[in-house]
C-alpha cells in the first residue's frame, strides 16, 4: 500500500523549511489568496484545508467568500486586484464555479506566476513542453507518487487514466508521457474498459461516482493486471475494490489517505514555486 499521508508530511516539512530560508533571505513571506463564489459546502470544506496546510508550514493565507450572485465582471475585477498585489504570491479560484461565470476566462485571467493550479494557458503550455514547475497539483501529486516508489522512468510501461478532465487526466497525460510511459485515456464514452485496464502496468483511476461505500466498485480484481500499481484518485468514495485488488497488485493507493494527502502538498510546493519565481523576477 502506498501512504500517500507519509509522503504529504515529508513533503510538507520540507516545504516548510524551504519557506524559513526563503523568508530568511528575501525578508517577505508567501502568501496564497483563495477565493469561493457560493457557499458550497465542499469547496468550503476543501479551501479550509488548503489554507490550514498553507498556514502550517508558514505560508500566509487569505480569503475571499464571494455571493452566489457575484458577476463575472467582479469575479474578474477582484483577480485583476490580487494580480497586480505584489504582497499576493498565490491565487487559487475554488472550482466549479456558478453557471454564469466561464470558468476559462476566470482561469485565463489568473497571472501565470501566481495560478498554483496550473491551469492557465501559459502554464499548460508550458507543461506540454516539459516544465512541471506549476502543474495541476493532483496530477503532480499522482506521478510523485511514482517517482518516490521508484517509478520515475515508465519506459516500456503502460499508463492506462481513466479520466479525461482539465484537473486531472489531460494534464497526467504529459507528466506520464514526460516519463516515457506509453498512455492510454478512457472515459465515459470508452467501450469494454476492462480490456485496457487488464493490460495496464499503472493504472490511475478517477471516475468518483460512487454515492456511498457500499455501491459497487468500478474496478475489481479481475479489471486488473498482476503486479501493476493502481493509483485510485475517486473521493470521497474509492473506484478500487482495495480489499481484493490489493492481493494482486505491486502497490496500490487507499482511499482516504493516498492521493488527496499529495494534491494539498503539491499545492503547498507551487505556492513556493511561484513565490521564489516573483521575487527573484
Not at 35 to 52: H, L
Not at 109 to 126: Q, W
Not at 215 to 220: G, R, S
Not at 227 to 250: M, R, W
Amino acid at each position: 500500500m502506498i501512504k500517500g499521508r507519509r509522503l504529504s508530511k515529508r513533503l510538507r516539512e520540507e516545504v516548510k523549511e524551504e519557506v524559513a530560508k526563503l523568508v530568511d533571505k528575501y525578508g517577505k513571506v508567501p502568501k496564497l489568496v483563495t477565493v469561493i463564489v457560493g457557499d458550497d459546502p465542499g469547496s468550503e470544506m476543501y479551501v479550509r484545508m488548503k489554507r490550514e496546510a498553507s498556514e502550517k508550514v508558514g505560508i500566509l493565507s487569505d480569503h475571499y467568500g464571494l455571493p452566489e450572485k457575484t458577476t463575472e465582471k467582479e469575479l474578474l475585477f477582484l483577480i485583476d486586484k490580487l494580480n497586480e498585489d505584489p504582497a499576493v504570491h498565490g491565487i487559487l479560484v475554488q472550482l466549479p464555479l456558478p453557471p454564469h461565470i466561464d470558468e476559462k476566462q476566470i482561469i485565463g485571467a489568473i497571472a501565470p506566476l501566481k495560478d498554483i493550479d496550473g491551469f492557465s494557458p501559459a502554464n499548460i503550455y508550458r507543461l506540454f513542453h516539459g516544465d512541471e514547475e506549476l502543474t495541476s497539483a493532483t496530477p503532480h501529486g499522482i506521478v510523485t507518487i511514482l517517482d518516490h516508489i521508484g517509478m520515475n522512468d515508465l519506459s516500456g510501461k503502460h499508463a492506462v487514466i481513466i479520466n479525461r478532465s482539465t484537473i486531472v487526466g489531460k494534464p497526467l497525460i504529459f507528466l506520464l508521457l514526460n516519463r516515457n510511459a506509453t498512455v492510454t485515456v478512457c472515459h465515459s464514452r470508452t467501450a469494454n474498459i476492462s480490456d485496457f485496464t487488464r493490460n495496464a502496468d499503472v493504472l490511475v483511476t478517477a471516475i468518483g461516482r460512487r454515492k456511498s461505500k457500499d455501491a459497487p466498485f468500478f474496478i475489481t480484481s479481475d479489471m486488473v493486471k498482476d503486479g501493476s500499481v493502481i493509483i485510485d484518485v475517486a473521493t470521497p468514495h474509492g473506484d478500487v475494490d482495495f480489499d481484493k485488488v490489493k492481493e494482486k497488485v505491486l502497490l496500490i493507493t487507499p482511499v482516504p489517505g493516498g492521493v488527496g494527502p499529495m494534491t494539498i502538498a503539491m499545492l503547498l510546493k507551487n505556492v513556493v514555486s511561484a513565490f521564489s519565481a516573483q521575487v527573484a523576477a
